[in-house]
């Protein structure tokens, strides 16, 4: 972090979302998501692009980079929960079965635990494909800014608990 | 994990690299970085976009989504060390400083530990940007299929200890 104005709330109980506030979001994870974060990061990892190689491989056919199915995680964050402004200061993520273009993946969000004296919150990170499975499962602890939560409309679809 | 073909082999040496072993890979951050990761995953964050918001922020600037950043090491360990057939068995991450577009920043894989059973290396990551601070820092398992392996060739830039 930069130097920044000086935050002078008291509290950050309209940043920082009660333990138990859930929230979720869906999207369909395509090949084009798989090119885009190849240009993103020069990851050509042939698992995401050659058939017959990911055929005889154990994953048995093209799967995405982990790295676009963790980042439902970081749409959540952002968009919902905690809301705009968040950023994620450490993830812990266990990546435990392959996700596949053309597969919807749902990614959920728990609050595990706020501090009242910085606008942290712990989450709890669940990624899902639409058979159910647990393709991610881990937890996150987010930093949102006073600011941008304070400028921002926060009409999350958090349910509280 | 789907069912796959067994794996015969009777030693992972091939696939596991020596404990010691470093990769780095460098990239230049930017805006349209910033826009792929958000077509990827819908993160809309305005700390990404109002650059207004951002300078009034923590944030000071624009900054790239963390997912960005820590996409070069999917990269570094698909493309180098381990190498083609790799992929994230688990990820911990710390992101310690924001990232603007136009930075170069390297990310950086050390072999921490290899299992002669199993495919499975386990890496510290760390990502740095071009004034040498660590932007982010932790470790990674990871996994790499050893069909994938052995069909492709394996010219990396890995430097042995």
């Not at 930069?2 to 950050?12: F, G, N, Q, Y």
């Not at 990911?54 to 790295?67: D, E, H, L, Y």
Request: aromatic share 4%; glycine share 8%; charged share 20%.
């Amino acid at each position: 972090m930069t130097t920044a104005p000086v935050d002078r709330s008291e509290s950050h109980a309209t940043t920082t979302p009660a333990v138990g506030t859930r929230a979720r979001r869906s999207r369909q994870v395509t090949s084009a998501d798989i090119e885009r974060f190849t240009a993103m990061t020069g990851d050509r990892n042939p698992v995401h692009y050659d058939p017959d190689l990911a055929r005889a491989s154990r994953f048995g056919a093209i799967i995405v980079q982990g790295g676009v199915t963790s980042g439902l995680l970081n749409a959540v964050v952002a968009e919902q929960l905690p809301g705009p402004g968040s950023v994620f200061l450490e993830t812990r993520w266990n990546y435990l079965a392959p996700v596949r273009p053309g597969q919807t993946i749902t990614a959920e969000v728990l609050v595990l635990g706020s501090r009242r004296d910085k606008p942290v919150t712990r989450l709890r990170t669940t990624i899902t494909d639409d058979d159910g499975v647990v393709v991610l499962d881990g937890e996150a602890v987010v930093w949102r800014d006073p600011v941008v939560a304070a400028r921002t409309a926060t009409e999350h679809a958090a349910v509280q608990p």
